[in-house]
């Protein structure tokens, strides 16, 4: 049975519409992103057996291209597109999940705060994101 003829409430990308990306598993937001199967195998498949695979998300984006590319399904556009989401994601996430500010972030947020003093912006804080946390840099007095 293909995706498209699941309940609409089941279908990944009508649940993230009325239910909001929070309540998707990591494998619907994967089915979401490969946006379409192959022979015998929904999006939804594909996704449970990447996971399975690479062992969780962060294993997926960590995996060289041609291991990835050996996957059923898969090839170097999806490998390309996953490696410019995970680009994205550690210009304001960081990559190792822990949400401990380092040095670097701390050299550019005292720069960015010099800049938009310059035209009357005050900085209120930077938030670092981890896996399960976030750091407040104000409430840590490095701001």
Do not use: N
């Amino acid at each position: 049975m293909t995706i498209r003829e699941w309940p609409e409430q089941e279908r990944p990308r009508e649940k993230l519409l009325t239910k909001g990306a929070a309540s998707l598993s990591d494998a619907e937001l994967l089915a979401i992103f490969l946006r379409t199967g192959t022979k015998g195998f929904s999006a939804l498949d594909l996704a449970r057996l990447l996971l399975k695979r690479f062992g969780g998300i962060r294993g997926i984006l960590e995996a060289e291209a041609d291991e990835f590319c050996q996957q059923h399904g898969l090839g170097l556009s999806k490998y390309v597109q996953l490696q410019a989401v995970q680009e994205l994601m550690q210009r304001h996430y960081h990559p190792s999940g822990v949400a401990e500010p380092s040095e670097a972030d701390i050299a550019i947020t005292r720069r960015l705060k010099s800049a938009l003093e310059l035209v009357d912006i005050k900085t209120l804080d930077h938030l670092v994101v981890g896996d399960t946390l976030v750091t407040s840099m104000a409430e840590r007095g490095l701001l």
